[in-house]
């Protein structure tokens, strides 16, 4: 038997916010219950390991990130492996439904170098959970904001390797077929932002939550009501390649200039050709000559990709080819 069970909160998900690094896991009522039997997950990789769900809720060290869609855990694991848990509020599909499902994301997963591979993952009567690779080095949301709060920002170089990963991972989705199976979308991501790119030791970068919207949907209580109405949602929410490609270009506004606010997008179409002069300071890393060149380049990608009209937005496959072309011309 699980000996924890809780009833109400001790601390609310809302103290730490989505990029929190903090947190212990058994302060939580809404995600953890009692179970009578232990339950094994089911793999989604071949010679996986094999997990149980007691080993991975008393092995949960810490809360990484909260959202209305669910909760995601640090996991230790007996053998010093780490992972990472998303468990689900509410799930939109049945039972098995959502285990065919993880297993065709998996599939596509496990299969592409730039986006985060899941090992396996459970749908109990109370708890629905997916669990992935652990990135130490953490989110691009982690790196961003702990370079603007003084500790080491990322470089050009290192921001143009992360951009090059994202567009791929990106690609690489948009381009599965068939399409569509069973009446789920298998070629959009659906919620491409900074806090869903893990990055790497070497600063590649893969993307997480390939296709959950698809799986869960979104609870707000009246916390997250209050959060939302107070702040800007700067990601686009609809299930089309189209918000894909928007979302990667607000990704690379905030790369760029820390852009997290629609309202500055008119006045930075505005006042393009003053920032390309070197009149407006707009880039939040220093950089010149071939650098400030590519950054400028990546800047009109940004741009087109944000466009407020969706047909005008490119295909990602076509601003895979001109970051590519851009990189290679520029060596």
Not at 15 to 42: A, K, M
Not at 200 to 214: C, E, H, K, M, P
Not at 287 to 301: C, H, P, S, T
Request: glycine share 6%.
């Amino acid at each position: 038997m699980l000996s924890r069970a809780f009833t109400k909160p001790k601390r609310s998900f809302k103290e730490y916010g989505e990029n929190s690094r903090s947190g212990s896991i058994s302060e939580y009522d809404d995600c953890i219950v009692g179970f009578i039997d232990d339950l094994p997950l089911i793999p989604c990789e071949n010679n996986g390991p094999s997990l149980s769900l007691k080993e991975v809720l008393r092995t949960s060290v810490s809360v990484m990130g909260e959202n209305a869609r669910g909760l995601t855990e640090k996991v230790v694991l007996s053998n010093a492996r780490l992972c990472t848990l998303k468990r689900f509020r509410k799930v939109i599909v049945r039972k098995s439904e959502f285990g065919r499902r993880v297993e065709k994301l998996a599939q596509v997963c496990n299969n592409c170098d730039y986006l985060v591979p899941i090992t396996a993952y459970l749908y109990a009567k109370r708890i629905k959970l997916v669990v992935s690779d652990y990135y130490p080095m953490g989110s691009l949301a982690d790196l961003l904001s702990g370079g603007r709060r003084g500790q080491t920002a990322l470089n050009w170089n290192e921001r143009v390797i992360i951009i090059e990963s994202i567009a791929r991972a990106i690609s690489f989705i948009h381009g599965q077929s068939p399409e569509t199976v069973k009446n789920m979308k298998m070629n959009i991501h659906g919620n491409i932002k900074s806090s869903n790119i893990m990055i790497n030791i070497d600063l590649t970068a893969r993307l997480s939550d390939y296709g959950f919207v698809q799986l869960a949907d979104c609870v707000e209580d009246c916390d997250t009501k209050e959060k939302r109405a107070t702040t800007h949602n700067i990601y686009c929410e609809n299930l089309s390649q189209k918000s894909d490609v928007f979302n990667f270009g607000m990704v690379l506004l905030d790369m760029l200039a820390g852009v997290q606010d629609l309202s500055y997008m008119d006045c930075i179409v505005k006042l393009e050709e003053s920032i390309k002069q070197g009149d407006i300071p707009f880039f939040e890393f220093h950089m010149k000559g071939k650098e400030r060149k590519q950054a400028l380049k990546v800047l009109e990608i940004a741009l087109a990709c944000t466009s407020s009209l969706p047909e005008t937005r490119p295909s990602i496959h076509q601003i895979l080819f001109d970051l590519t072309h851009l990189l290679k011309t520029s060596k």
